[in-house]
């Protein structure tokens, strides 16, 4: 079994950057696609990056791209997700997501309790 554990979340200006850490438990993830999804008040969860299990593949929902940066480190069991250039629309719950490489939520076997990031405009 896998747990995780998001930090990072908070509240920003827009424009601001914010780096969110995923950090896993219970066993290793580095065999493990990794995703990062989010859900704004009243609305579902939708994809925002991911990452295949070696860090050398990519991708993005297109309202994150070239804004969001998605990496890991599988010696420290982590996920990032850097945040730049913020807009107030990125304010959302982000979630961790382990166990798929996609950008749907089935794809994806474990889940962390999410991290508020609330951007000010």
């Known amino acids: 079994q896998v747990q995780l554990v998001e930090s990072g979340g908070g509240l920003v200006q827009a424009g601001g950057s914010l780096r969110l850490s995923c950090a896993a438990s219970?066993?290793?993830?580095?065999?493990?696609?990794m995703g990062w999804f989010r859900q704004a008040p009243g609305k579902e969860r939708v994809f925002v990056a991911t990452?295949?299990?070696?860090?050398?593949?990519?991708y993005y929902a297109d309202s994150v791209k070239g804004r969001f940066a998605i990496s890991r480190d599988n010696a420290k069991n982590t996920v990032y997700l850097q945040m730049n250039s913020l807009k107030h629309e990125d304010t959302a719950v982000y979630f961790c997501?382990?166990?798929?490489?996609?950008?749907?939520?089935?794809?994806?076997?474990?889940w962390g309790q999410g991290t508020q990031v609330t951007v000010s405009s």
């Open positions: 997501a382990a166990g798929g490489y996609g950008s749907e939520l089935y794809e994806y076997h474990y």
């Open positions: 219970g066993r290793t993830v580095s065999s493990y696609g």
């Open positions: 990452i295949n299990w070696s860090g050398g593949s990519t």
